[in-house]
């Protein structure tokens, strides 16, 4: 992955507040992770943020009891399972995808277009008889899931097959939340197919997280036991070192503390992708333009560096307390260089006449 890809994906997700999309396998643990994202991460009521938590945890658990495994993993085409947050405006979008042997694809799209058809008063009524009647599926209730779904959301379950193979599809659900019912009639900013488009590029280009929006302190921990958690369980993947964890610290604290402020926010956006058994980090966010050429003087020096000179140079800086740009950014860069399996890559985007958009990007 190139470092301008950060730029376009960014700007893929210009008007999100916050963004999380992740690839992968799906735990309890990871559920709870999520939820701390969303409690640290959404400028919302205690109520609003509830009933998000209520819906990721509904959502997980759709994923995590109902995805059909295969037997033969070149069965699914190397189709993982998704899972989508964002934020709009007032309005937050739940999203998943997960396989579905084929032979099931007609009864859930009967029971999602009877559920669609209800009312909040007839999708209460058929949530209490379902409790009633004890109507649970094999694997624990699957419609009482999406029955609770369709009435904690404020709009119609949005959902689409795609074909994978003769064995299998790509099941996606869409739901959206509003801070606001005054938008309840407005039309959705996210539709599904620009969710689906967005798997779909984050396959071809081997990413397995991005996380936008406002990297303040209390947001990194959670994202990093996201992305410990989401490592742990990617058992086909290369385990991710404490090496790679350290450029993981290193990058989000870049953000947290020398992006510059635009639309209120110190803005980023932080990438993961796998290629060849190695981790590409890619993180960007916009910085004044007056620190432009001094930042890329010092990456230019840093990174023609050897390992020797790099080891002499961070000793030195260590010693000296020395910091460019701003207090320990470069202590950061040359450990960034000095742990990055290749050269440091990095581009610079002119967006404003104050503002760029710099992109770092390291392998490990």
């Known amino acids: 992955m190139e470092p301008r890809a950060a730029y376009r994906y960014f700007n893929k997700l210009e008007k999100d507040q ?10 309890d643990e990871l559920t709870s992770t999520l939820m701390r994202i969303n409690d640290t991460s959404v400028r919302e009521s205690q109520v609003l943020k509830n009933k998000l938590s209520f819906l990721i945890a509904e959502c997980f658990q759709n994923i ?25 405006g007032s309005a937050f979008y739940i999203a998943s995808t997960n396989l579905i042997d084929n032979q099931k694809q007609a009864g859930l799209t009967s029971k999602l277009k009877s559920i669609n058809t209800l009312s909040q008063e007839e999708l209460k009524a058929a949530y209490i008889s379902a409790l009633a009647v004890n109507e649970f599926s ?6 009482l899931g999406l029955i609770e779904m369709a009435r904690r959301s404020d709009c119609r379950l949005e959902y689409d097959f795609e074909f994978v193979n003769f064995y299998f599809s790509v099941f996606y659900m869409q739901l959206r939340v509003l801070a606001s019912k005054e938008e309840t009639n407005l039309p959705s900013a996210i539709t ?5 488009e967005l798997y779909n ?15 303040s302190q209390q947001s990194i921990l959670p994202v990093l036991q996201l992305i410990e958690t989401n490592m742990n ?39 993961i992708a796998v290629k060849n058994n190695k981790y590409t980090l890619t993180a960007g966010n916009f910085i004044h333009n007056n620190e432009v ?58 967006v404003t006449d104050t503002l760029s958009f710099f992109s770092l990007n390291i392998t490990v």
């Open 201 to 215: 590029a984050m396959l071809a280009e081997n990413v397995l997280m991005i996380r936008k929006g406002d990297f």
């Open 293 to 350: 050429e001094p930042l890329k003087i010092r990456l230019k020096e840093v990174s023609a560096l050897d390992p020797a000179a790099l080891a002499e140079v961070y000793r030195s800086t260590l010693l000296e307390k020395e910091s460019v740009p701003g207090e320990g950014a470069g202590m950061g860069l040359i450990e960034i260089c000095k742990y990055s399996s290749e050269k440091i890559k990095h581009t610079f985007i002119p």
């Open 64 to 88: 995590i009891r109902h995805a059909d495994k295969p037997d033969l993993v070149n069965r699914t085409n190397n189709k993982p399972k998704m899972f989508l947050l964002r934020n709009i």
């Open 18 to 27: 916050f963004s999380l999309i992740y690839l992968g396998e799906f735990d």
């Open 138 to 143: 094999e694997k624990g209730g699957a419609g």
């Open 233 to 271: 369980l990617q058992k086909k993947l290369p385990k991710l070192s404490k090496k790679a964890v350290y450029m993981l610290v290193e990058l989000l604290q870049n953000i947290s503390k020398h992006a510059a402020e635009h639309n209120g926010m110190r803005e980023g956006i932080f990438i």
């Open 192 to 196: 599904l197919n620009s969710t689906k």
